[in-house]
């Protein structure tokens, strides 16, 4: 059964960092593409960040360009977003999904081409 269990997130302030992980199990990591996708409290879930399964490409959001990197670790099946200088509109709830599609090209920031969803993880950005 296809899993994935987001940690890693907390109370930070701004300025600080913080390191998301996305544990999978179940399934070949390696065949998926991984996306984090937030949302914050009244607002829409927005496309984070992307990684390929094959030669690791990745996709941003404007907003986080320079100072989030996505990576992934498929011999642990994992799945990593660092976060650094964080700003208090950073404060969401933060998820991972896959999808068998292995390029991120246009659709990897989009919510809605990914079925399969962790439960997420809270991120706070508060001084």
């Known amino acids: 059964q296809l899993q994935l269990v987001e940690s890693g997130g907390g109370l930070v302030q701004p300025g600080g960092s913080l390191r998301l992980s996305c544990a999978a199990s179940?399934?070949?990591?390696?065949?998926?593409?991984i996306g984090w996708f937030r949302q914050a409290p009244g607002k829409e879930r927005e496309g984070v960040s992307c990684i390929s399964s094959s030669v690791g490409s990745t996709a941003y959001a404007d907003s986080v360009k320079g100072r989030f990197t996505i990576s992934r670790d498929n011999a642990k099946k994992t799945v990593y977003l660092q976060m650094n200088s964080l700003k208090p509109e950073d404060t969401a709830v933060y998820y991972c999904?896959?999808?068998?599609?292995?390029?991120?090209?246009?659709?990897?920031?989009?919510?809605?081409?990914?079925?399969?969803w962790g439960q997420g993880t809270q991120v706070t950005v508060s001084s």
């Open positions: 179940g399934f070949t990591l390696d065949y998926y593409r």
């Open positions: 999904a896959v999808d068998p599609l292995r390029a991120c090209g246009s659709s990897g920031l989009n919510p809605k081409e990914f079925g399969s």
